[in-house]
């Protein structure tokens, strides 16, 4: 199965750079990065975003932290585009599951990106409340997870089982950390992954030889010494 990549930025120049890359079939943004591209106007901004990413996906979230809000919040977002994926936490700032809403999207044809997620249990808790005819991201936080010294993996292929009977439902591998996280998603069978600009561009210079490695990093190391004028 082919992994496709998405680019995880919020920063518009560079979104605009992205959405020319065959690599990358769509796009994830957050609250934390659009805030961390500068922006003052929530939906002003993600307008923007959308008016330089159309054709690709674009998953925009709510930061509402209530069912009433998060709906209100969740349709308006909807409304932007029709390449849009409305980011929904598995559940609020209080642990309570996100369910309601989840449910009341799904059935409303909102085609959702659900965020946050790190365990099979809340995997299997958010098939129980979709509508399978409703096109759904879940996305699992692996590279989070490893942070804080688990093991992912086992979380993440048992939520790739879970979803297969669910034809419209696709397992995301978000926070990644490294270019080969990518190769793991392939072998793992994930259907998207979600990468930072800086890795998808070490993505595309994938195939190099350990003996290009080796002479690329001894040039580095020279012409560094060289730079700062090294002397012993």
Not at 62 to 67: P, Q, R
Not at 109 to 130: F, M
Not at 156 to 172: G, N, R, T, Y
Request: glycine share 4%; proline share 3%.
């Amino acid at each position: 199965m082919s992994t496709k990549i998405f680019c995880d930025i919020a920063d518009i120049k560079t979104i605009k750079k992205f959405t020319k890359k065959r690599i990358v079939k769509g796009f994830t943004t957050n609250p934390s990065l659009i805030r961390k591209a500068g922006a003052k106007d929530y939906l002003n901004y993600c307008s923007k975003i959308l008016q330089v990413c159309k054709n690709k996906p674009v998953s925009l979230e709510v930061f509402a932290d209530n069912y009433s809000e998060m709906k209100k919040q969740a349709l308006i977002i909807n409304s932007l585009g029709k390449n849009i994926y409305v980011k929904i936490p598995v559940c609020n700032s209080k642990g309570n599951f996100s369910g309601k809403i989840i449910n009341f999207l799904s059935n409303n044809k909102v085609k959702l990106n659900i965020t946050a997620v790190y365990t099979a249990d809340q995997t299997k808790r958010i098939l129980k409340v979709i509508n399978k005819t409703s096109d759904v991201i879940i996305s699992i936080f692996v590279g989070r997870a490893s942070d804080a010294g688990k093991d992912p993996m086992p979380e993440l292929l048992e939520s790739i089982k879970l979803a297969k009977k669910f034809k419209k439902v696709k397992i995301l591998w978000a926070s990644v950390r490294e270019p080969y996280n990518y190769f793991q998603a392939k072998k793992s069978g994930c259907h998207i992954i979600t990468v930072p600009p800086n890795i998808i561009e070490k993505i595309e210079n994938y195939g190099k030889s350990y003996n290009q490695l080796t002479l690329e990093t001894v040039k580095t190391f020279i012409n560094d010494s060289r730079k700062s004028k090294f002397k012993i």
